[in-house]
């Protein structure tokens, strides 16, 4: 009866943490799709520069996507072990890196922001366009990095519903300043391109100002979130051991999905259609990856505050119940978009060569769907236990030791189309499952965990004994 309840409260909890995470992240798919429909009504030029920009942006939000996994990991497991005090600090502590981070990436970026343009191939007709919403993103950085550690900390609180409230409503604001400034709706001055850019830069400021406006009515941000000088050498040292790694993995998949376009768009036949055909599919497989990334928020919350429970075995529950969860439930959802990958590729183009590439792609990225989502489970499970490192070796061994090779070798010199790249992919993903599985089975990444115990403190194995000693005294 008590395993019964057991199993009833984690899937609940399960479920309650998950389905606001896909909602929120549809809302951000839905503004970004907003966007460069606006850009496209303004002309081709606004288009292909939000476009590029928003790679850029990409790049350059993989500090802020670091500082919130490691936010995930101490303050879950702060708060499983029912260290509020200790939490708190990882709060200030992890906000004042984000905001700094950003204002100092801002100041950079606006300096060499011709660089970076330059760096970019930016062709010269695209460069007024693009230097406008590079300029107004690099200063949204700030905003951006605060709104991102904000909903972590918020997440790993398992307080969902509110920044889902949040952005909706920040979201529903940035539509409407496309449309009014950006397109003229409703009467209001035109500003074209200036007006998507400045709309974008409101609406991060205002989702920003008001979660941390909720952070302080939860308790969570306080005058004693500032911690002391020593604890904040020790705690810092703890976030970078999470963040470093994290940071190390983003940069590794960003970089070789631009090298994986490279590739593509290269192929000795039809690289372009290729291309256009990778392009439409990815924003079709965005159906079934949103779902499985809020999967990977969801249980990487559960298994921090497991963990900081002392909990191992529950966190290793929680695992395979998620995967169970994740993997069944998005193999449905692709099994029905199986039948109607024809009508979903003509919704995206009315050329009939990009069409057929990217009923290509969608066939192998259907079939492989399942590795997808159990990979980014099992990437959450390591973050929940700060032993993001497992997921840092598993993208080098998968993505640059096999995806890369393999995707020039096979599309290049064997099929000589796009297919070659796409066997590459699904064979990088069968890598990438047994590396993760493997740790998970047999590695002890539960001991990067921070626990609380009733007579003292423990830190993960591989924090010094003067560092964890700083901790637990300025916790006590």
Not at 121 to 135: C, I, K, M, V
Request: net charge positive; glycine share 10%; aromatic share 10%.
């Amino acid at each position: 009866m008590v395993a019964a309840d057991q199993k009833r409260t984690r899937w609940l909890a399960l479920w309650t943490l998950t389905w606001p995470q896909i909602l929120m992240l549809l809302v951000q798919f839905g503004i970004g799709l907003t966007d460069v429909w606006a850009a496209g009504h303004i002309g081709p030029d606004v288009q292909a520069a939000i476009g590029l920009v928003a790679q850029c942006n990409m790049v350059l939000m993989t500090i802020g996507i670091a500082a919130g996994n490691g936010a995930v990991a101490a303050v879950s497991q702060s708060l499983g072990a029912g260290r509020m005090l200790r939490a708190r600090r990882f709060i200030g502590l992890v906000l004042v890196i984000g905001l700094g981070a950003g204002i100092l990436l801002a100041c950079a970026g606006s300096l060499l922001r011709r660089e970076l343009l330059a760096l970019m191939r930016t062709p010269d007709h695209l460069l007024p366009s693009a230097e406008l919403f590079l300029r107004i993103s690099l200063w949204s950085l700030p905003g951006q990095y605060l709104l991102s550690i904000s909903t972590s900390i918020l997440r790993s609180a398992r307080i969902v519903l509110l920044p889902l409230a949040v952005m909706i409503v920040t979201g529903a604001a940035n539509i409407w300043g496309d449309l009014a400034f950006g397109l003229g709706w409703w009467g209001f001055p035109c500003h074209g391109a200036a007006g998507l850019a400045w709309s974008t830069f409101a609406s991060v400021f205002l989702g920003a100002a008001t979660l941390l406006c909720l952070l302080r009515r939860a308790r969570l941000l306080q005058r004693d979130c500032l911690p002391p000088r020593r604890w904040a050498h020790a705690g810092g040292g703890y976030l970078l051991r999470v963040g470093l790694p994290a940071l190390g993995t983003s940069v590794l998949w960003q970089t070789g999905f631009v090298i994986v376009l490279v590739i593509t768009m290269t192929l000795p036949c039809d690289g372009v259609n290729a291309l256009a055909g990778l392009t439409a599919g990815m924003r079709i497989e965005a159906v079934i990856f949103l779902p499985a990334v809020a999967c990977q928020m969801a249980v990487a919350v559960l298994v921090g505050q497991a963990l900081g429970r002392g909990e191992r075995s529950e966190a290793q529950h929680i695992a395979y119940a998620m995967l169970l969860f994740a993997v069944g439930g998005m193999s449905l959802l692709t099994l029905i978009l199986w039948f109607v990958r024809g009508d979903l590729a003509a919704l995206m183009s009315p050329d009939a060569a990009v069409q057929a590439e990217t009923v290509r792609y969608l066939v192998f990225n259907f079939l492989s769907a399942p590795l997808m989502v159990a990979n980014l489970v099992l990437v959450g499970v390591f973050i929940g236990a700060g032993a993001t490192r497992y997921s840092l070796w598993s993208y080098l061994l998968s993505v640059w030791c096999v995806r890369l090779p393999l995707s020039w070798w096979l599309g290049h010199e064997i099929f000589t189309t796009s297919s070659g790249v796409y066997w590459a992919m699904a064979v990088s993903q069968v890598v990438q499952l047994v590396t993760l599985f493997h740790c998970l089975l047999y590695a002890d990444w539960k001991r990067f965990a921070q626990t609380g115990r009733r007579n003292g403190e423990r830190f993960a194995t591989d924090v010094p004994a003067s560092s964890r000693e700083s901790l637990s005294a300025s916790d006590s």
